[in-house]
């Protein structure tokens, strides 16, 4: 079946370094969404992007869609204690309804003060 | 605006009990949906709908059951609880097939 593969599964930084999670799909996707997930919390939406190549930004966070909508990525500039939790990012499949919306695995990010 | 409301938050079952986790969104969502959390295995969604009337399954549907009578409420049912099924469930709904999904704050459910 269809996969999402995200890397790396943890990453520790100090803070004020930087962060980058990436996803990775076979075929190609309809959009990508990313999620965020505080400890103890639920997934909260962040971006969704759709075009081939996009570029978001939202403050520090940075988002990229590749040119062949196969891969997508999460970066984080100057981290803050802020920032801890996991990111997933989920790809949206062409054809596909609400049951094709498949969740990598998550990265879990934590940062030391 | 409540959003996705998930109850219970908690709940502890013994091997072989039924139970019903419930959800509600106040958003007039066509499409609602249901998560399982577990370390390391990110979100694994077990059973979706796309409408009142219409469910269909996901990655991990088995020993779970949903329905769609009303809009508003998508509950899951488990059958015969097993301690394999203890994990943390979220409920999401979302206003198209390809649109951002809105989590329910989850229901941590032990089996033991």
């Known amino acids: 079946g269809q996969q999402v593969m995200q890397i790396p599964q943890y990453q520790h930084v100090q803070e004020g370094e930087d962060f980058t999670t990436y996803c990775n799909s076979s075929?190609?996707?309809?959009?990508i969404q990313w999620y965020k997930q505080r400890p103890g919390g639920h997934p909260v939406f962040l971006i969704q992007l759709v075009k081939s190549g996009e570029v978001k930004k939202q403050k520090r966070l940075t988002f990229q869609f590749g040119e062949a909508k196969k891969n997508s990525s999460l970066h984080i500039t100057a981290t803050q204690t802020t920032d801890v939790g996991t990111y997933f990012c989920?790809?949206?499949?062409?054809?596909?309804?609400?049951?094709?919306?498949?969740f990598g695995k998550g990265t879990k990010l934590s940062v030391k003060p | 605006n409540a959003g996705v409301t998930q109850t219970p938050k908690f709940q502890v079952l013994k091997t072989g009990q039924s139970m019903t986790l419930q959800c509600a969104q106040d958003?007039?969502?066509?499409?609602m949906s249901w998560y399982r959390q577990d370390p390391g295995m990110g979100l694994r969604l077990i059973h979706y709908s796309v409408g009142a009337g219409i469910t269909d399954q996901g990655e991990v549907p088995n020993g779970y059951n949903v329905s769609r009578s009303t809009t508003e409420d998508f509950p899951l049912r488990l059958l015969s609880a097993a301690p394999s099924q203890t994990s943390v469930y979220f409920c999401?709904?979302?206003?198209?097939?390809?649109?951002?999904?809105?989590f329910g704050n989850g229901t941590r459910l032990t089996v033991t």
């Open positions: 989920a790809g949206v499949y062409y054809g596909g309804s609400q049951g094709n919306l498949i």
């Open positions: 075929t190609t996707l309809s959009n």
């Open positions: 958003m007039n969502h066509e499409y």
């Open positions: 999401a709904s979302s206003y198209s097939d390809r649109g951002r999904l809105h």
